[in-house]
């Protein structure tokens, strides 16, 4: 396969149709074609319904996807796989699988890099690099699934917490949301697609018109906006309280309660003015508080708090009236939270 040929799931409905008319395919052809490459078939040979000779031309013009496997860690026992892949054009991302008993997720990327820039962050230490394209969000879910399949398992969740703020890529992400819900598709639920966000308020606003009942996660870290500014620096053009009343018009019009997270920094933002700050904020809301253990990042000066004080933070949030989980930490042996492969693997090609 040649790169310059384009990757089938990039090319346009329009452009594709008239590639069939021009090949003397039925048209019904395209719908066909497109539902194997997006429920992963490996090769167009794959696609047993198709005539062989059609096959042959559509390996001649197209790659099956435009997305190059260049690193690959597992941990947690085989139970967390992370994938970097590299981009056409040479940028990388990361992809994340995890496996539990009822389900399997899939951690996303929706950027190479991240304008952002929250300080314990390892995605926001590289220069941002590009948005990704649908295809190249939708192609993460298809190796996903593929993967998983070849286990005997069924790609069920998707979380935009990879590489990259979502919503500064807001068409392309929810385009791939509606691909990947497609029941032709990967027929994953919307409602088991979680849209994680470090706050940009007019596309929350924007997500309440679109119907479509995604899970929506605001990483939060803090509950005041002097401490916020600087662990989210976007807060300081989308300050809290917008943000807060943005997120909760989101959870009224879905009626679907809103995630928020809180990156857990020993000593920066686990103390009982911090719980009685978040729950002052949150009390009484269709809420839900995700706490996670920091991951820890090198040139960064934060660690994670223990697990004693993890507890008592969430006790005192529990007494504050919240609901409260706190995030298991899988995947931390495999470079964990967003970005961390990509940084080792980018660390590597610096000093080889
Ligand atoms: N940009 C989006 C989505 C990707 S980040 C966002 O910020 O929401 C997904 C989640 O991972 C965010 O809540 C982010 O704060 C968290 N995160 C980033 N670095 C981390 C680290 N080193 N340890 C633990 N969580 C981290
Ligand atoms: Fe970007 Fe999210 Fe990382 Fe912040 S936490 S730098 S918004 S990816």
């Known amino acids: 396969m040649r790169e310059e040929q384009p990757a089938l799931l990039s090319v346009a409905v329009a452009d594709l149709d008239q590639w069939f008319a021009v090949h003397d395919a039925a048209p019904y052809r395209r719908r066909q074609v497109l539902a194997w490459a ?15 000779p059609l096959r042959a031309e559509l390996e001649a013009s197209f790659r099956l996807s435009s997305l190059k496997p260049v690193a690959r860690t597992d941990a947690d026992s085989g139970l967390t796989t992370k994938t970097l892949y590299e981009l056409d054009g ?16 899939l951690c996303i990327s929706s950027q190479a890099g991240c304008p952002v820039g929250c300080p314990f962050c390892a995605t926001g230490k590289f220069p941002f690099g590009r948005n ?20 005997g398992r069924r790609l069920s969740h998707v979380v935009f917490m990879g590489m990259g703020e979502p919503f500064i890529n807001y068409d392309a992400v929810i385009e791939s949301v ?29 997500l ?27 807060n300081r053009k989308y300050p809290l309280h917008d ?40 009390k009484g809301k269709l809420a839900h508080v995700n706490l996670i253990p920091f991951n820890p990042v090198d040139g960064t000066p934060y660690s994670a708090p ?9 006790q005192l949030l529990v007494d504050g009236g919240l609901n409260v989980t706190v995030r298991d930490t899988r995947g931390r042996e495999a470079d964990a939270a967003c970005g961390q492969l990509h940084e080792r693997v980018m660390r590597q090609r610096v000093t080889a």
Request: glycine share 4%; no cysteine.
């Open 90 to 105: 040479g940028h990388t991302v990361e992809a994340v699988v995890m496996r539990y008993s009822e389900r399997s997720t």
């Open 178 to 206: 509606r691909r990947m819900s497609d029941p032709e598709r990967l027929a994953i639920s919307p409602r088991r697609i979680v849209l994680s966000t470090s706050g940009v308020i007019p596309r929350i606003e924007q």
């Open 208 to 234: 309440s018109s679109e119907k479509l009942p995604v899970t929506l996660a605001v990483s939060l870290h803090a509950a005041r906006d002097e401490l916020r500014d600087v662990l989210v620096p976007i």
């Open 38 to 52: 997006a429920r992963g078939a490996a090769t167009f040979d794959e696609m047993r319904d198709v005539p062989r």
């Open 132 to 151: 990704l394209a649908v295809h190249e969000i939708e192609e993460q879910a298809i190796a996903s699934a593929r993967l998983l399949a070849d286990e």
């Open 306 to 314: 223990s697990r004693n004080a993890i507890r008592q933070f969430r």
């Open 243 to 282: 943000l807060i009343v943005a997120a909760q018009r989101y959870a009224k019009t879905s009626g679907r309660r809103v995630s928020y997270e809180w990156v857990m920094l020993a000593g920066v933002n686990d103390t009982e003015r911090d719980a009685k700050e978040l729950s002052a904020l949150l």
